[in-house]
């Protein structure tokens, strides 16, 4: 006789507090969803929902990628979130919108861009 294999029923992931990781740069706008711990609940480009181009980097291809990944964890029951913004792209400001409009709980909003201190030392200046 041939044994038959019970499946196992997949736990639905609940989850109220997250982070929203938003990177923007002059090229693409990144989403990512993250619970508390770090680890992603979904994530997003402006790529991957149809931008090409420079359309990939403006405020309005940011709004639809926070949409259209908010829409995939739906059925998590986020509410409260901190959001992290890195980069200096024009998407951050629509993303941050977006989030807003969504219906999201704002904790804090934390700007993680780095930003040398002094940084590098300096080309020679150029002789001519």
């Known amino acids: 006789m041939a044994e038959v294999k019970k499946k196992k029923k997949k736990k639905k992931l609940s989850v109220s507090t ?48 926070v949409r259209e990944t908010a829409e995939k964890i739906g059925d998590i029951g986020l509410k409260n979130v901190s959001v992290f913004i890195n980069g200096i792209g024009s998407g951050r400001d629509g993303a941050l919108r977006a989030i807003n409009a969504m219906g999201y709980s704002i904790s804090k909003i934390r700007d993680i861009t780095p930003i040398p201190h002094n940084g590098c030392r300096p080309k020679k200046p150029r002789r001519v």
Do not use: C, H, M
């Not at 938003?22 to 990512?32: A, E, G, L, M, R």
């Not at 508390?36 to 709004?63: D, H, I, M, R, W």
């Open 18 to 65: 997250g982070r929203v990781y938003v990177f923007s740069s002059y090229n693409n706008t990144i989403i990512t969803f993250t619970d508390e711990g770090g680890n992603t609940l979904a994530q997003g480009s402006s790529g991957q929902y149809g931008f090409k181009g420079p359309k990939k980097a403006t405020p309005y291809a940011a709004g639809v990628v």
